[in-house]
């Protein structure tokens, strides 16, 4: 069994930043993609970041594209979401995800294994 566990989220001011971190647990991850999604209220929950299993490649939502960096340390099994310049659109639940192959997926339906979430709130 997968557990994934999100830490890092908070209060913070707009243009101000987070880190988020992933940490995995069961079984060797290093082969899977990770992938990085957040759900307001009231909304769908939608893609953030992806990053395949060398971490050479890495794709985000174009809302946050310049903002966010998602990065991995497979030597600790831990994923990373680097979020500056917060905007208080960026509020949400952040959700860190494992999907069971080696090509990255913008679709929640594509990934297996979910953490239990991170609230991450931006104040105007």
């Known amino acids: 069994q997968v557990q994934l566990v999100e830490s890092g989220g908070g209060l913070v001011q707009a243009g101000g930043s987070l880190r988020l971190s992933c940490a995995s647990s069961g079984r060797t991850f290093s082969s899977y993609t990770k992938g990085w999604f957040r759900q307001a209220p009231g909304k769908e929950r939608e893609f953030v970041a992806a990053?395949?299993?060398?971490?050479?490649?890495?794709y985000y939502a174009d809302s946050v594209k310049g903002r966010f960096t998602v990065s991995r340390d497979n030597a600790k099994n831990t994923v990373y979401l680097q979020m500056n310049s917060l905007k208080p659109e960026d509020t949400a639940v952040y959700y860190c995800?494992?999907?069971?192959?080696?090509?990255?997926?913008?679709?929640?339906?594509?990934?297996?294994?979910w953490g239990q979430g991170t609230q991450v709130t931006v104040s105007s």
């Open positions: 990053i395949n299993w060398t971490g050479r490649s890495t």
């Open positions: 995800a494992e999907r069971s192959q080696v090509t990255a997926s913008t679709d929640p339906s594509d990934y297996r294994y």
